[in-house]
C-alpha cells in the first residue's frame, strides 16, 4: 500500500465517521431527546441591570 494510498483510506474513514455521526445526532437522538423534559437555564454569574438613560 503506497502512502496516498493510505491516506485516501483514512480520509475515507473519517467521511464515514463523521457522516454517521451527523445522521445519529439528526434522527435517532431527537427521538430519545423529546422524551417531555423541559430543559433547565442555568446562569453562570450575576446579571447586572443597566439603567436606561432617555433623551429629553
Known sequence: M???Q???AV???YVVYYAA???YD???KQ???NTGEEEEI???GEEEEIPSQSCR
Open 26 to 28: 439528526a434522527f435517532l
Open 21 to 23: 455521526n451527523i445522521l
Open 11 to 13: 480520509f475515507a474513514i
Open 2 to 4: 503506497s502512502y496516498s
Open 6 to 8: 493510505f491516506i485516501m
Open 42 to 44: 442555568i446562569s453562570i
Open 31 to 33: 427521538s430519545k431527546t
